[in-house]
């Protein structure tokens, strides 16, 4: 039996950004009947527990990595989390480099979709063009004003989180994702979440970007060169759009996360 729970920030403010993952952990595990509260810890946000935090996690709970190795979030003390856990990471690839870089085995959970990601929608309709969500890195920037100076009404913010997210997904025509580190794991749980409530995604896709093919699939692909065309032709073709989203959401519905637990547990 297990209990799943959302690592704090070390200000003590909710981990707003991974809360997508802890409800589908939470609910794929009700769904499989294994809920109980005084069970082996299920850890979200692991990489940000503080000193005072990482003394409450039990040796031989499970830390889901959702973190791109190579990254500022592999701290020491992380580091030492996962090797007296149990480890899951979201992407082939980069549990690979988990186990090459610091010899961490860990067992294959991509992230997937409970009913909860996709209910509630609030009805509205679209104003912006695109919406982009995460943290303002130079490269990032420089997509962001190309995409403004051809026109597009674009929605950016480093800090939009919960139910302002769900409302920014409902009035965004195109939802963007693109790299942030050098690693360039595709950010498999903002894909989810995005195509979860119905979004149509263009996304960033390398030649080495490390993907995940059923989920590229479901989206617009483009190398970074490339990514304001496709955006602005995506936003230019409203039926594209209404299938892409339509595609997106059913392929959600095929990625059940109950599924992917039965298989790591």
């Not at 935090?53 to 040796?59: A, E, F, M, S, W």
């Not at 991509?110 to 919406?131: A, H, I, K």
Request: contains cysteine; proline residues 7%.
């Amino acid at each position: 039996m297990f209990s799943v729970r959302l690592i704090p920030h070390p200000n003590g403010s909710t981990a707003h950004q991974l809360f997508d993952a802890f409800v589908a952990v939470r609910d794929g595990i009700k769904a499989l009947g294994l809920a109980d509260p005084a069970g082996r810890q299920i850890i979200i946000g692991g990489n940000i527990a503080g000193p005072k935090v990482l003394p409450t996690i039990p040796d031989g709970s499970v830390v889901w990595n959702l973190e791109q190795v190579g990254t500022f979030h592999f701290s020491p003390e992380y580091v030492t989390l996962l090797r007296r856990c149990e480890v899951w990471d979201y992407n082939p690839v980069n549990r690979d480099r988990l186990s090459y870089e610091y010899g961490i085995r860990a067992k294959l959970l991509p992230m997937g979709w409970v009913p909860t990601l996709s209910e509630s929608p609030l009805g509205l309709q679209p104003d912006y063009d695109v919406m982009f969500v995460g943290a303002q890195t130079p490269k990032r920037l420089h997509v962001i004003d190309q995409l403004r100076l051809r026109g597009m009404n674009v929605y950016f913010s480093n800090a939009c989180y919960g139910p302002l997210r769900n409302e920014m997904h409902e009035r965004s025509r195109v939802v963007l994702n693109m790299h942030a580190y050098d690693a360039k794991v595709l950010e498999s749980v903002r894909l989810v979440a995005a195509m979860a409530r119905r979004r149509p995604v263009v996304t960033q896709m390398d030649p080495d970007t490390a993907s995940e093919p059923d989920l590229a699939a479901l989206a617009v692909c483009a190398p970074y060169e490339q990514l304001v065309e496709r955006v602005v032709e995506l936003v230019g073709q409203p039926g594209r759009r209404e299938r892409l989203a339509e595609r997106g959401l059913e392929g959600m519905k095929a990625r059940r996360m109950e599924t992917f637990l039965e298989k790591v547990l």
